[in-house]
T-cell receptor, first 115, second 112 residues
Framework: GAVVSQHPSRVICKSGTSVKIECRSL??????MFWYRQFPKQSLMLMAT?????????EQGVEKDKFLINHASLTLSTLTVTSAHPEDSSFYIC???????????FGPGTRLTVL | DAKTTQPTSMDCAEGRAANLPCNHS???????VYWYRQIHSQGPQYIIH???NNETNEMASLIITEDRKSSTLILPHATLRDTAVYYC?????????????FGTGTSLTVIP
């Protein structure tokens, strides 16, 4: 399946700053990428669907002005957490959709800690 | 949207088969069932998927009932490295893309 990387793997920032997380599809041109968030001891929650060259589609309850998604190329999508606060501390995971049945392949995740 | 129901946790003896059940009674005719697993602090790993026929690959087998309302993931010879949270997911078709909605999953512990 597709190989997906994320950068950084972990980041610590101060409250009020913005953080950018990169998701790269290393061996596949991904028209569609997805962003998830996972709080400790909870399941993954879909945040948004990112389609190359168009605006991302956000799930209900996810603030699009706070979580900025850019999918400018077929191999890169970025998630920017703007004005981060401690409640934004979480594990952020991206995935790419591949194949006739749209199997998703996930990145290793980014651990964000906001102080 | 089809939802899935899984037991919260299961134990399995090392070397034995692990059978993980999933209920998806509201599944539609064209919705696939996917299985992933997640080891602590890592991204989910794809295991297998199917529509209505049983499937097998190098990792596992997927048995889907004839009415498609439930399925079972089988790890034939569980090892300690198979300890993880296993998610059964029904893919949801949307205009923007085919999306996954994760349930709570089953925490499998393989015991030496």
């Amino acid at each position: 399946g597709a190989v997906v990387s994320q950068h950084p793997s972990r980041v610590i920032c101060k409250s009020g700053t913005s953080v950018k997380i990169e998701c790269r599809s290393l061996d596949f041109q991904a028209t569609t990428m997805f962003w998830y968030r996972q709080f400790p001891k909870q399941s993954l929650m879909l945040m948004a669907t990112s389609n190359e060259g168009s605006k991302a589609t956000y799930e209900q309850g996810v603030e699009k002005d706070k979580f900025l998604i850019n999918h400018a190329s077929l191999t890169l999508s970025t998630l920017t957490v703007t004005s981060a606060h401690p409640e934004d501390s979480s594990f952020y995971i991206c995935s790419v959709s591949q194949g006739a049945t749209d199997t998703q392949y996930f990145g290793p995740g980014t651990r964000l800690t906001v102080l | 949207d089809a939802k899935t129901t899984q037991p919260t946790s299961m134990d399995c003896a090392e070397g034995r088969a692990a059978n993980l059940p999933c209920n998806h009674s509201t599944i539609s005719g064209n919705e696939y069932v996917y299985w992933y697993r997640q080891i602590h602090s890592q991204g989910p790993q794809y295991i297998i998927h199917g529509l209505k026929n049983n499937e097998t690959n190098e990792m596992a087998s997927l048995i889907i009932t004839e009415d498609r309302k439930s399925s079972t993931l089988i790890l034939p010879h569980a090892t300690l490295r198979d300890t993880a949270v296993y998610y059964c997911i029904v893919r949801v078709r949307r205009v923007t893309g085919n999306q996954f909605y994760f349930g709570t999953g089953t925490s499998l512990t393989v015991i030496p």
